[in-house]
């Protein structure tokens, strides 16, 4: 028993660490409610010693401990943060004002840190700012927190092909935690200068200060909470939505690229296969869908591409703000957004979603699959990006496609059995495991929320959110009884 205590002893001390950064942002919300003098001060206050006094013991208990990890003990890091950090998150939802249920504050808390968007809550334009400020907060810290593990755990894991992307470092040995010490400091400072600046255009578009400052850290981590009950179309200020589309396409794009830059100051955007792909994606679309809403429901050109442009790359940034009903725009543009919802941005971004490279192995193993029936005896390499896309790389990308089917699957029998609608229950549950947020239809479309679900539903999509946020696999290995065998 001893020894297995001092085996996970670096996981716990890494979990105290997030524990104890998550108190203080619960701190500072309530900063804000000191000085707006709202009732919800001694919650946030409360919360906020309740997760310290947590995270602080567990980094006491676990003081002189080696914090490296091997890959076992990094599937439980990856794999149970979200958890813990979502349950202490609960809180403040949980004792404030709001009187929310727990269902609803855990719902809540993990949308905010999966980045998801989806929300419980209703009247958010007449919230205390300290509990906005603290929404704005989990998806800020869940977004820079996926972009860490994005770029230097699940490479290191192997999760969901990601071994594409794995540095020769990491193949030197079992430990990776100087390669996330390298990283993460750039990948920080990154995240907060991407922050001020969209803020600060966002301040410059006519946005107040406390709502530039609240979506520009929910449009970094492509999350999508907002300050509004109508999102982003509550302002009707079309330079704030102009602002939002590049700052949602900056979140979305590799965070690496961003590092190299502030290494070699040279930056070669054009030249990542990802980004040639994911922006070509998003041209080709935003046209198809302004050609419909001036063709066909007779808008302006201006405000055709302006809809198109912020609710396309919203969507496929994953980041969920709206600007409109597009559930209203007809049935074509309702099927595209359906399966814009499962692309994704780039890897080692905010963005959700299934990510831009794997769709392009799936394309590339589909087709050397195809001449190799044409031409057994040819050897066929097929490559991404200058590297080899390997039989393994192949398999994981295809296990990860076949759970994201199943899971939608599965989520979408139970929710219908619940009572829910097919519209509800699939789209729910594809917005839930692609970390988007609105769904479509009249109840959790861009117009509406998740309040009205039935818990045990809300269990249900908390679950897609956290598997799909934490790319599947490192969630399903923790949860394997083998895992837990000596």
């Not at 419909?292 to 302006?300: A, I, M, S, Y």
Request: hydrophobic share 55%; proline share 4%.
């Amino acid at each position: 028993m001893v020894s297995r205590a001092f085996y996970f002893a670096p996981v716990f001390r890494i979990m105290g660490l997030f524990l104890v950064a998550l108190a203080v942002a619960m701190w500072i919300s309530s900063m804000v409610e000191a000085i707006r003098q709202a009732p919800d001060l001694l919650p946030l206050l409360v919360s906020g010693a309740v997760t310290m006094f947590v995270g602080a013991t567990m980094l006491f208990a676990t003081g002189g401990h080696d914090v490296d990890l091997n890959r076992r003990q990094a599937f439980l890091v990856a794999g149970g943060t979200w958890v813990i950090m979502s349950i202490f998150a609960a809180l403040p939802f949980y004792v404030s004002t709001l009187k929310m249920s727990f269902t609803d504050s855990w719902f809540e808390a993990v949308s905010g840190l999966t980045t998801t968007g989806a929300t419980v809550i209703t009247g958010l334009n007449n919230l205390p700012h300290g509990i906005l400020l603290w929404r704005a907060i989990t998806q800020w810290i869940g977004g820079v927190g996926i972009v860490v593990m994005g770029l230097a755990m699940l490479p290191f894991l192997k999760v969901g092909g990601m071994q594409l992307f794995q540095m020769e470092s990491s193949d030197r040995g079992e430990k990776f935690m100087p390669q996330i010490h390298r990283m993460a400091g750039a990948i920080l400072g990154v995240y907060v200068l991407l922050t001020i600046w969209c803020a600060l255009a966002l301040l410059a578009s006519g946005m107040d200060a406390f709502d530039a400052v609240i979506h520009a850290m929910t449009t970094v981590s492509t999350g999508g909470f907002s300050t509004y009950d109508e999102s982003i179309g509550h302002l009707r200020l079309p330079a704030v939505e102009w602002v939002l589309v590049v700052f949602m396409i900056l979140g979305a794009l590799p965070f690496g690229l961003y590092v190299q830059f502030l290494r070699t100051r040279r930056l070669a955007p054009l030249g990542d296969a990802q980004i040639r792909r994911f922006m070509g994606l998003l041209v080709i679309v935003v046209t198809m869908m302004t050609l419909w809403l001036c063709l066909v429901d007779g808008l302006p050109i201006l405000d055709g591409i302006r809809l198109a442009a912020f609710n396309v790359v919203s969507i496929v940034t994953t980041t969920g703000f709206a600007n409109a009903d597009y559930a209203t725009w007809g049935t074509l543009p309702v099927v595209i957004f359906f399966f814009l919802t499962f692309i994704g941005g780039c890897t080692g971004s905010t963005a959700g979603g299934v990510k831009i490279f794997r769709f392009a192995v799936l394309w590339q193993a589909v087709g050397a699959y195809i001449r190799q029936r044409i031409s057994p005896n040819e050897i066929v390499m097929p490559s991404f990006a200058g590297r080899r896309i390997t039989d393994d790389v192949t398999t994981g990308v295809l296990m990860f496609a076949l759970l994201v089917a199943l899971t939608v699957t599965f989520s979408s029998v139970a929710l219908s059995a619940m009572g829910l609608d097919i519209l509800t229950a699939v789209t729910g549950s594809a917005t839930a495991v692609s970390n988007v947020g609105p769904g479509l239809g009249p109840i959790i479309g861009p117009s509406g929320n998740f309040q009205s679900l039935p818990d045990a539903a809300k269990w249900v999509l908390s679950i897609d959110m956290l598997l799909g946020r934490l790319e599947y696999f490192t969630l399903i290995v923790v949860l394997t009884p083998a895992f837990w065998r000596d």
